[in-house]
């Protein structure tokens, strides 16, 4: 991801890798199981950097709702966004749910 912010006075830029490598297969299906023996399964590595934040700044979430939520993603994106507001706060506020926010896209 790359982060730039540019202004008549100002000027910084800084990139952030989450992600250093990634093997990912369209499909494992029973059927094409026997052609991906042998070849690495679906795995994603993390970032040392990406992995350091993490540690550092952790968001306090239960695994059984996480769970509960696999195959919602709209609904585990609300959960994990209350939580991370509800662990980021520093005194008494408001997080309005009655709106959408413009992060989660359109119906």
């Given at each position: 991801?790359?982060?730039?912010?540019?202004?008549p006075?100002?000027?910084?830029?800084?990139?952030?890798?989450?992600?250093?490598?990634?093997?990912?297969?369209?499909?494992?299906?029973?059927?094409?199981?026997?052609?991906?023996d042998?070849?690495?399964?679906?795995?994603?590595?993390?970032?040392?950097?990406?992995?350091?934040?993490?540690?550092?700044?952790?968001?306090p979430?239960d695994?059984?709702?996480?769970?509960?939520?696999?195959?919602?993603?709209?609904?585990?994106?609300?959960?994990?966004?209350?939580?991370?507001?509800?662990?980021?706060?520093?005194?008494?506020?408001?997080?309005?749910?009655?709106?959408?926010?413009?992060?989660?896209?359109?119906?």
């Amino acid at each position: 991801m790359f982060f730039k912010i540019d202004s008549p006075d100002y000027r910084q830029q800084a990139r952030f890798h989450f992600i250093s490598s990634l093997s990912l297969w369209k499909n494992e299906s029973p059927a094409n199981q026997q052609r991906l023996d042998g070849l690495p399964k679906n795995q994603i590595t993390l970032s040392q950097e990406f992995f350091e934040e993490i540690r550092k700044h952790p968001i306090p979430v239960d695994l059984d709702v996480v769970k509960i939520l696999r195959n919602k993603p709209l609904a585990l994106d609300a959960y994990l966004f209350i939580a991370y507001k509800s662990a980021a706060i520093k005194h008494t506020t408001r997080i309005r749910l009655w709106c959408k926010p413009a992060w989660m896209g359109k119906a």
